[in-house]
């Protein structure tokens, strides 16, 4: 497994921007498809965004599309989340997860997870 830890959730005002960043520790993320998930109270954990390894094809959920964009560095060990034009229900805890080869929208396909950031917007 991969060790993951997230940074960079806070707070922020409705329409403002966060980036919230992934870094994997004891091991690279050669070979390995990154996801953003996030989980509000009381809700299941959602897909958001993931990317492939070579980081040339990326998945978005649809209400996201056009406000986040995920990305990840050249060297492939830290993963970011580009989070523009911020609404009220983008609050929640993001994680980011590790899936190995595979680029999935699927929670259960992801094999090393994150311990959560936490993002909370203000209207």
């Known amino acids: 497994q991969v060790q993951l830890v997230e940074s960079g959730g806070g707070l922020v005002q409705a329409g403002g921007s966060l980036r919230l960043s992934c870094a994997a520790s004891g091991r690279t993320l050669s070979r390995y498809a990154m996801g953003w998930f996030r989980q509000a109270p009381g809700k299941e954990r959602d897909f958001v965004a993931a990317?492939?390894?070579?980081?040339?094809?990326?998945h978005y959920e649809d209400s996201v599309k056009g406000r986040f964009t995920i990305s990840r560095d050249s060297a492939g060990n830290t993963v970011y989340l580009q989070m523009n034009s911020l609404k009220p229900q983008d609050a929640a805890v993001y994680y980011c997860?590790?899936?190995?080869?595979?680029?999935?929208?699927?929670?259960?396909?992801?094999?090393?997870w994150g311990q959560g950031t936490r993002v909370t917007v203000s209207s």
């Open positions: 997860a590790a899936s190995y080869g595979v680029l999935t929208t699927a929670p259960g396909a992801y094999d090393s």
């Open positions: 990317i492939t390894w070579t980081g040339g094809t990326t």
